[in-house]
């Protein structure tokens, strides 16, 4: 049994689906695709029936006695919302820890990565799992990390890194690295260019975690747009930007056949979870040969 299943062992699927029917009505829409699932991104939050004390006591913590800025929370999540962004913490480093779990032959203390951790919404829960793991954090955005070195040095070591590579780590130095929407931002030449580079700090049958925009999430583009994509694999849409990046953190687009053709290269692709973050973005696991 993996930890995070230990972990929420005392949580009653049935009951909380019973006790909270709009819930499960939306799990039956497929809103959700559980009752667990709406319990950490939202039912904390809203404090609903059927949620254990053990439950709230871990996913409830909070890391600092005062949380990022708004205008860091705006810049990483998209809104300035305190409990949207802590709830996104919560649901995505759960559906992280899930996935890593699932995978064979990993044990404990392991080092990960979290390339583009922003300030700190997935590690600073995923931290909080009963693993014996050593965490480490990079951005392009020197403010977020110097937010994570002053409140967040506790939970891992945090560095800028910059918009090419390299990272100021040594060959082979993580177990495992995960990668929030970042792919999901990048042109295609760079996203090559980290590629290449997250292969490089990854040890041999070592693991990586990326998440992408999907075919189905394209359905409410232009025509014009649908055609590049089926016809190349890789939509790069640019549009105003994020205040606080850079001109070239645009939006992107990745066909499963292009994630098969052009990131095999580098990994080996695994297998790609549709909607496996929060629901969304899909995420891509993959294993350095």
């Given at each position: 049994?993996?930890?995070?299943?230990?972990?929420?062992?005392?949580?009653?699927?049935?009951?909380?689906?019973?006790?909270?029917?709009?819930?499960?009505?939306?799990?039956?829409?497929?809103?959700?695709?559980?009752?667990?699932?709406?319990?950490?991104?939202?039912?904390?939050?809203?404090?609903?029936?059927?949620?254990?004390?053990?439950?709230?006591?871990?996913?409830?913590?909070?890391?600092?006695?005062?949380?990022?800025?708004?205008?860091?929370?705006?810049?990483?999540?998209?809104?300035?919302?305190?409990?949207?962004?802590?709830?996104?913490?919560?649901?995505?480093?759960?559906?992280?820890?899930?996935?890593?779990?699932?995978?064979?032959?990993?044990?404990?203390?392991?080092?990960?990565?979290d390339f583009g951790c922003g300030c700190g919404r997935v590690v600073s829960y995923l931290s909080r799992f009963p693993d014996k793991n050593s965490f480490y954090g990079t951005d392009i955005d020197g403010e977020v990390i110097a937010w994570c070195q002053s409140e967040l040095s506790n939970l891992g070591a945090f560095v800028t890194n910059k918009a090419i590579p390299p990272l100021p780590f040594e060959d082979g130095f993580f177990d495992i690295i995960y990668s929030i929407s970042v792919f999901t931002h990048l042109p295609e030449e760079m996203q090559f260019l980290w590629l290449e580079e997250l292969r490089r700090v990854t040890r041999r049958d070592g693991y990586l975690l990326l998440t992408t925009h999907g075919e189905e999430l394209f359905s409410e583009a232009p025509d014009i747009y649908k055609r590049q994509l089926g016809k190349d694999g890789f939509f790069y849409s640019?549009?105003?930007?994020?205040?606080?990046?850079?001109?070239?953190?645009?939006?992107?687009f990745h066909t499963d056949a292009y994630i098969h053709e052009q990131w095999s290269k580098y990994f080996e692709i695994e297998r790609i979870l549709k909607k496996g973050i929060m629901s969304h973005q899909d995420l891509v696991i993959c294993k350095n040969r």
């Open positions: 049994m993996s930890h995070a299943n230990i972990f929420f062992k005392d949580f009653d699927e049935a009951t909380y689906l019973k006790l909270n029917p709009d819930v499960s009505e939306a799990v039956r829409n497929r809103s959700f695709t559980s009752g667990l699932e709406h319990c950490i991104s939202h039912g904390l939050h809203e404090d609903r029936p059927g949620i254990s004390q053990s439950i709230k006591d871990h996913m409830l913590y909070s890391p600092t006695e005062s949380p990022p800025p708004e205008h860091l929370r705006k810049r990483v999540h998209g809104d300035e919302s305190l409990s949207n962004f802590e709830n996104a913490g919560r649901l995505i480093s759960y559906n992280i820890h899930s996935s890593i779990n699932s995978i064979s032959g990993l044990d404990e203390n392991n080092r990960i990565l640019v549009g105003n930007g994020t205040e606080g990046l850079p001109d070239f953190y645009q939006t992107t």
